[in-house]
């Protein structure tokens, strides 16, 4: 409410929106934490767009955003990376805002008590009430976005968001119910203390990546010092850590993913705009993941993401093998 007394023409709609978010956030947080003790672990036996096996509180976390918000009269379509198509809202029924979500993220560590989280990204409608909403308001810029966040459900759960000023983190009070502000303006140091990559997938990357992972892990006798090492293969989990702490999350294109493994619209953009609010940066190598211009509601990129000076090395190697033609 304060932020939005920052706006004197805000409606209250968005802070209802990130509200909803919060609720369905609750709900979600109170399965992952019984996860063990109901029928809610394994896979579902189905497949997502991506060709990923969809886990059960998966599903549970996707339905739950999606009813959290379909019918409030706030947004007038959402897109999953777990639904091949978007949702349009009821027309009577559609909002000004537009929010893509990815509900659960790290769904492979669900199963072994691991830290996952749900990345949230909202966008204001390009559509018209006469045209209705349609890919269109999805298929928008990272730089266009009008808040985006987490919620991390891990020792406890965090929502961590912001709308433009600042980013701010949340903690859950399970006594009370309640989001309570325990991390206000979060800022990201310049230069990070870990590093964070597969590098199980170092013989399928290109040389400058092979360099800045090396330059990471041995410091290059001169910028860049070396970095501990630390892997969750939760994104959010791992860029929660290098956020507060200071450090780099590098997801890059390999011969397995020439693209990258990680979605533009579901995780890299919301992620790219929370980072560059705390002070960091966030390249596919080669430009801002906020400058991007979505193409396919399930496009992936390559994602180098954290600490500013960091990423401004790791973008100039990859940045200058990328300018090389192709022989
Ligand atoms: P899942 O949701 O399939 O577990 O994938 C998680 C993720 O999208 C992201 O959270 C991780 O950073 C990345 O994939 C881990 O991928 P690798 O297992 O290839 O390292």
Not at 18 to 40: E, F, M, N, P, W
Request: aromatic share 8%.
């Amino acid at each position: 409410m304060e932020q939005e007394r920052l706006h004197p023409e805000a409606t209250g709609e968005l802070s209802n929106l990130l509200y909803d978010i919060c609720l369905a956030a609750k709900i979600i947080s109170r399965q992952v934490r019984r996860a063990g003790l109901t029928d809610i672990l394994g896979g579902s036996g189905t497949l997502n767009v991506s060709g990923d096996l969809q886990q059960k509180l998966d599903m549970f976390a996707n339905e739950t955003v999606r009813n959290a918000v379909q019918h409030t009269g706030r947004v007038c379509i959402t897109a999953s990376e777990e639904d091949e198509a978007p949702l349009v809202c009821p027309r009577e029924e559609q909002g000004k805002y537009v929010l893509l979500y990815d509900p659960l993220d790290g769904s492979t560590n669900i199963d072994v008590n691991v830290s996952i989280g749900t990345i949230f990204s909202i966008h204001r409608r390009v559509t018209g009430q006469q045209e209705g909403a349609s890919d269109r308001d999805c298929l928008q810029p990272g730089y266009r976005q009008t808040a985006a966040g987490y919620i991390l459900y891990g020792s406890s759960t965090m929502l961590v968001y912001t709308t433009g000023q600042g980013v701010h983190g949340f903690t859950l009070d399970p006594t009370i119910g309640e989001f309570l502000l325990s991390h206000p303006s979060i800022r990201t140091p310049a230069v990070g203390r870990y590093y964070s990559v597969n590098e199980s997938n170092w013989n399928r990357w290109s040389p400058a990546v092979q360099r800045v992972v090396g330059a990471f892990k041995n410091g290059d006798g001169g910028a860049v010092q070396a970095k501990n090492a630390r892997y969750i293969g939760s994104l959010v989990a791992d860029f929660h850590r290098n956020l507060i702490s200071g450090g780099i999350f590098l997801y890059p294109a390999a011969t397995n993913y020439p693209q990258g493994k990680l979605r533009l619209l579901y995780e890299a953009a919301p992620l790219a705009l929370v980072v560059e609010q705390a002070g960091g940066r966030a390249t596919d190598g080669c430009r801002s993941i906020l400058d991007i211009v979505p193409e396919d509601l399930h496009q992936k990129t390559p994602l180098v993401i954290g600490s500013r000076d960091d990423v401004a090395f790791a973008a100039r190697v990859i940045g200058a093998e990328a300018a090389v033609p192709a022989k």
